[in-house]
Nanobody, 126 residues
Framework: QVQLVESGGGLVQAGGSLRLSCAASGRTLNNYNMAWFRQAPGKEREFVAASPWSDDSSYYADSVKGRFTISRDNAKGTVYLQMNSLKPEDTAVYYC???????????????????WGQGTQVAVSS
């Protein structure tokens, strides 16, 4: 079993920055993909960014490309999401997610991930 614990959320003004962290624990962490999703009130959970284990690439939703950066520290089992130039429409609960092994579908689908954190709230005021 794997536990994911997010931190770093909060309230920020538009144009500001936040850095989210997600620490994974509970079993040997090898060959794991990590991603961030978010869910705004009344909306479905949506993909934000992903960091596959198999290469050094990163993937982003068009809405955050150029503003958000996903990174990971495999030694610590931690993934980060640096969020710059925040907008009110970025307000949501942010979740990290983990999948072991190769994707068997699209990396931006929620059903690709077996483990989820409890979420951290990000609120951006205008």
């Amino acid at each position: 079993q794997v536990q994911l614990v997010e931190s770093g959320g909060g309230l920020v003004q538009a144009g500001g920055s936040l850095r989210l962290s997600c620490a994974a624990s509970g079993r040997t962490l090898n060959n794991y993909n990590m991603a961030w999703f978010r869910q705004a009130p009344g909306k479905e959970r949506e993909f934000v960014a992903a960091s596959p284990w198999s290469d050094d690439s990163s993937y982003y939703a068009d809405s955050v490309k150029g503003r958000f950066t996903i990174s990971r520290d495999n030694a610590k089992g931690t993934v980060y999401l640096q969020m710059n130039s925040l907008k009110p429409e970025d307000t949501a609960v942010y979740y990290c997610a983990l999948r072991f092994g190769f994707y068997k579908g699209r990396y931006y689908d929620t059903n690709q991930y077996n483990y989820w954190g409890q979420g951290t709230q990000v609120a951006v005021s205008s």
